[in-house]
């Protein structure tokens, strides 16, 4: 079984899907054998690399509400990642371009540690939802790599360039292709999809048809 996901790291609820399906595949015990194609989609590549605009600003600006109502709809959307035992604080969050977030997850995986990948990820989603560190911040992604154990040299020498950003485009011309409706979107085995962050059982369901030969 193959999935791609194209996701942003700045996307709560791609943040969400993931979770609900990599539980889902420990619990179908599919984990191990099943490896999970990040596909880079950027929610707003127009964003900025610095900014003094706060998440309910941005918010409020691009669905039209008051700051009132954003805030409210922010805080439900930390109460919709708790359902899937996420703790995050979407209001503190900073509104800035992940396109230098997602170029070193393209690097990582040209490593073909899919471990390796899941904890860059991770740690990703935690410095843009639960830290509310400036994702765009050179020097906050290369402390943040060598957390997980990469050299900072590698890393500031990758984010002091342009390497990768052809892949991420190349994914996100591949999202506009196929249509894609809205981020996160799960295709299993190139003809399953699930779109947007669905309950746990719909990942259950569908990963049950496929191992099944139903797909």
Same mark, same amino acid.
């Given at each position: ?30 984990? %191990? ?38 805030? +409210? ?34 690097? +990582? ?30 020097? +906050? ?26 892949? +991420?485009?190349? %994914? ?44």
């Amino acid at each position: 079984m193959e999935i791609k996901y194209w996701a942003d790291i700045a996307c709560p609820y791609c943040y969400v899907g993931i979770t609900r399906l990599r539980k889902a595949l420990n619990e179908l015990k599919l984990a %191990d054998k099943t490896p999970l194609q990040f596909m880079s989609f950027q929610l707003d590549p127009t964003l900025p690399t610095v900014t003094k605009l706060t998440m309910v600003d941005y918010y409020a600006k691009n669905h039209k509400l008051t700051k009132d109502q954003a805030l +409210v709809q922010l805080q439900k959307i930390d109460y919709f990642a708790a359902t899937a035992d996420l703790t995050i604080k979407m209001e503190n969050a900073i509104p800035v371009n992940t396109l230098a977030a997602h170029r070193l997850i393209k690097y +990582v995986e040209t490593l073909n540690d899919q471990s390796l990948l899941m904890q860059t990820i991770n740690q990703l989603y935690q410095l843009y939802f639960v830290a509310n560190d400036p994702i765009a911040n050179y020097d +906050v992604l290369t402390s943040a790599m060598t957390k997980i154990g990469f050299d900072a040299t590698k890393i500031t020498s990758i984010l002091n360039s342009n390497k990768y950003e052809d892949k +991420v485009r190349k %994914d996100e011309r591949q999202a506009f292709m196929i249509g894609m409706p809205s981020a996160p979107l799960f295709v299993i085995n190139n003809k399953y999809s699930i779109t947007g962050a669905q309950p746990y059982e719909v990942f259950v369901e569908a990963l049950k048809k496929v191992k099944q030969g139903k797909d």
